[in-house]
Nanobody, 115 residues
Framework: VQLQASGGGLVQAGGSLRLSCAASGSIFSGNVMGWYRQTPGQQRELVAT???????NYADSLKGRFTISRDNMRNTVYLQMNSLKPEDTAVYYCNLWQGPGRHYWGKGTLVTVSS
């Protein structure tokens, strides 16, 4: 399984970005795809996840600004990030969970929000 993320970059505070992550390889139905982020010296933290059935889970602090969606036919998950703040600056990692022993991470895409 490979996860290819794209869409990171530099944006001014208040702006928007949309991240995409396409999964390829042995993809099973009933999986969970999502996004996590990490800043230097900090643990990786949940941003949002979405099951193949459409159930979502968000970090409480990001509800209302970030929206996760997915295209099951394309095995792709998206993260729409609005009203970005400098504290959203991080490396964002795509994640795919397909059950015990089948947990995968993308390489990460850097999002930098300037003040």
């Amino acid at each position: 399984v490979q996860l290819q993320a794209s869409g990171g970059g530099l944006v001014q505070a208040g702006g928007s970005l949309r991240l995409s992550c396409a999964a390829s390889g042995s993809i099973f139905s009933g999986n969970v795809m999502g996004w996590y982020r990490q800043t230097p010296g900090q643990q990786r933290e949940l941003v949002a996840t979405m099951t193949s059935g459409g159930s979502t889970n968000y970090a409480d602090s990001l509800k209302g600004r970030f929206t996760i969606s997915r295209d099951n036919m394309r095995n792709t998950v998206y993260l729409q990030m609005n009203s970005l703040k400098p504290e959203d600056t991080a490396v964002y990692y795509c994640n795919l969970w397909q059950g015990p022993g089948r947990h995968y991470w993308g390489k990460g895409t850097l999002v930098t929000v300037s003040s």
